[in-house]
């Protein structure tokens, strides 16, 4: 059975940084397409940044140049990197893997005050 876990949210002022960690348990990490979605109260489920295999990255165009997603295979781990934070980043981030079906992890809360 596969688990997706996230881990590294929290309440950070506008300009601030965080890292959010999601750990793969139970499967071949190596395999999976991962990345990070958010949701904001009153907005839609957005895509944030996903990671292939390869390390193809692709980012939405609101985080572009402020967040890096990346990924440690030897520890089955995928870092979002978050930078110049701003209230908009406010949101609810959920890792995902995917590989055929999409396995997502609980969510962990993000907050950017002003």
């Known amino acids: 059975q596969v688990q997706v876990v996230e881990s590294g949210g929290g309440l950070v002022q506008a300009g601030g940084s965080l890292r959010l960690s999601c750990a793969v348990h139970?499967?071949?990490?190596?395999?999976?397409?991962m990345g990070w979605n958010r949701q904001a109260p009153g907005k839609q489920n957005e895509l944030v940044a996903s990671?292939?295999?390869?390390?193809?990255?692709n980012y939405a165009d609101s985080v572009k140049g402020r967040f890096t997603i990346y990924r440690d295979n030897a520890k089955n781990t995928v870092y979002l990197q978050m930078n110049s934070l701003k209230p908009e980043d406010t949101a609810v981030y959920y890792c995902?893997?995917?590989?055929?079906?999409?396995?997502w992890g609980q969510g962990t809360q993000v907050t950017v005050s002003s």
């Open positions: 990671i292939t295999s390869g390390g193809s990255t």
């Open positions: 139970g499967s071949i990490f190596s395999i999976y397409v």
């Open positions: 995902y893997a995917r590989q055929g079906g999409t396995h």
